[in-house]
């Protein structure tokens, strides 16, 4: 099957120059298609796309932002794709967080992520230090490369479905007055017959965050199946990450961000992600915010447990809602519908047929 090659024009046509040289060199004898403007986005289905976003010194693109607005306003216009994304900017920033909303935008558009799909190239190329050593080879050497290994992936893996998943839960909440909790309580209604569920509350003072260890001291305690904490983390959550088919996060908005606890634990993988990689686990996330600010929370999911820790992000991962009295969630018009969405996304992503 073609690879779809989503690649907007950036405003600046030099801005183009180095992302060029890698795309020949990722995409050699392969057949593609490419597409550059937000119109031609249309009867994508089920492809396999390679979303290629050149960025500049200021981290915009007009014709991207045009092609986020299609995005954003047609919530299946990606049903049934896969996706892997490069983006390239001509500075140190930006290049991470415009990463964060493209895969947002792609996955409420109905389209699935692999684990760690983003390949990125700062300005400097910095941030393949450690990959170029590992290669034995220079930045761009090991830009093209991450690139080119991309490619291969989405051409090669396909998520594994489950006759009975075991979805693994973990939350932070007052079972009382959560939410967020109150959400998950009704979605669970409708998983238990198809899933096994375990749930594990990550109650402040059970955990502590990574310290952050030396490379190797984390690999030597990681291949231990520990941490140098270990505690809670060591004992219960790890064991049962590592049986779970996917991760279902609750996820209240503390100061527009993941809890404290969600955030130690996210930390805390690190030592398992060093023996192991998630590629065949999916996340999910259940985001609760009082006011505003959920698609940050649905990001930092993304960008922490997609991009870095190598989750398969399924189509449409998150619930996001807006509800701040106790109670006031499960009242909000139309829930009873989009949990049961919500619901049946989980199945549809991990039941085998
Ligand atoms: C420490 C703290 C910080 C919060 N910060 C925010 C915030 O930045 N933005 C927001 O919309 N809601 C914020 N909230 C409100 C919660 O997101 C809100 O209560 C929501 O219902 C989810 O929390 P719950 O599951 O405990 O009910 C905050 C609540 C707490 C306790």
């Known amino acids: ?32 298609h490419t597409l ?37 306003t047609r919530p299946h216009l990606l049903q049934g794709c896969t996706a892997g994304i490069i983006v390239d900017g001509a500075g140190e920033l930006y290049t991470k967080s415009a990463a964060a909303e493209l895969a947002l935008a792609l996955n409420r558009s109905g389209c ?18 450690v990959q170029a050593k590992n290669l034995g080879t220079d930045l761009m050497g090991a830009y093209r490369a991450a690139a080119r ?34 959400l998950w309580s009704r979605a669970k209604e409708s998983l238990k017959d198809c899933c096994d569920i375990r749930e594990i509350g990550l109650r402040n003072g ?13 690999l030597h305690f990681g291949e231990r199946g520990g941490c140098f904490y270990g505690g809670v983390m060591q004992e219960e959550v790890y064991p049962a990450v590592r049986e779970a088919d996917a991760l279902v996060l609750l996820c209240p908005n503390y100061n527009d961000a993941l809890s404290a606890n969600l955030t130690a634990f996210i930390n805390r993988l690190t030592a ?56 006031q969630a499960l009242a909000l018009p139309g829930i009873e519908e989009r949990l049961e969405g919500f619901s049946r996304n989980i199945r549809n992503a991990l039941l085998a047929r």
């Open 1 to 32: 099957m073609s690879l779809v090659v989503i690649h907007p024009a950036p405003d600046a046509a030099w801005a183009d120059l180095r992302l060029d040289g890698v795309l020949r060199y990722a995409l050699e004898e392969r057949e593609t």
């Open 149 to 182: 290994e991309l490619v291969e992936r989405l051409e090669r893996e396909r998520f594994p479905r489950r006759v009975r998943p075991k979805l693994l839960v973990l939350h932070a909440s007052s079972h009382h007055t959560s939410n967020t909790m109150d």
């Open 36 to 72: 550059r403007r937000a119109e031609e986005l249309e009867g994508l289905e089920g492809s396999t796309l390679l979303f290629v976003l050149p960025l500049g010194e200021a981290g915009i693109n007009l014709e991207y932002t045009r092609m986020l607005l299609r995005l954003r």
């Open 206 to 218: 059970t955990l502590s965050d990574c310290s952050g260890c030396p490379y190797t001291m984390c």
């Open 272 to 327: 398992l992600f060093r023996q192991t990689r998630f590629y065949d686990k999916a996340v999910f996330a259940l985001v609760v915010s009082g006011y505003s600010g959920g698609d940050i929370l649905a990001r930092q999911v993304i960008s922490a447990m997609n991009m870095n820790k190598s989750f398969y992000l399924p189509p449409h991962f998150a619930l996001v809602e807006t509800a701040n009295f106790p109670g």
């Open 112 to 129: 699935a992520l692999p684990g760690r799909p983003l390949v990125e190239g700062t300005g400097s190329l910095a941030n393949f230090a």
